[in-house]
């Protein structure tokens, strides 16, 4: 039996059952079926703005979803294996999935844990560079009260290179 690529199906069928006959060629994953009795075309290119932002909007759906997925999966607690079982639901039950679930809260809230989450990892590696910045300075012998008691002096505390050592007595 060969593979053949269709670009056009037709489907003799009561009407009655279209529906079941549709869905069960649809859930099989092999064709893509398309209705042409339904679009309604008066004007080539004339509804190419409507369906571009319906396109879009569904871009961008898909874009937040597919976010949300990897971020939850990414922070799941329990990792699976390759070959581990899924679980299977029927057609029915996953259409029934799209009523139940309100996908765009849970987007937001992933995305506000995201960027609390970098937030604290700024924070974090910006206290790091302060304490990698400060830690040589933990064996300075002079305290701050005696820095602070000088009147008619100023002071300024850094490091200079070696060669400008003598540089920096001269004057």
Known sequence: MAIVKMKKLTLAAPQGERDKILDAIQTSGCVEIVDLKDEDVNIEGASFYEEGKAVSQTQIDYNHVKFTYDFLKSK?????????KREIISK???????????????????KDIEDLLNNKKNEKSKL???????SQWTNLDVSEKELSALKKVSYFIGTIQKKYETKLIDE
């Open 76 to 84: 799941a607690a329990e990792k699976e294996s390759l070959f581990s």
């Open 92 to 110: 029915e039950d996953f259409d029934s999935l799209e009523g139940k679930n309100n996908w765009n809260e849970v987007y937001l809230k992933a």
């Open 128 to 134: 790091a560079t302060q304490i990698e910045q400060y």
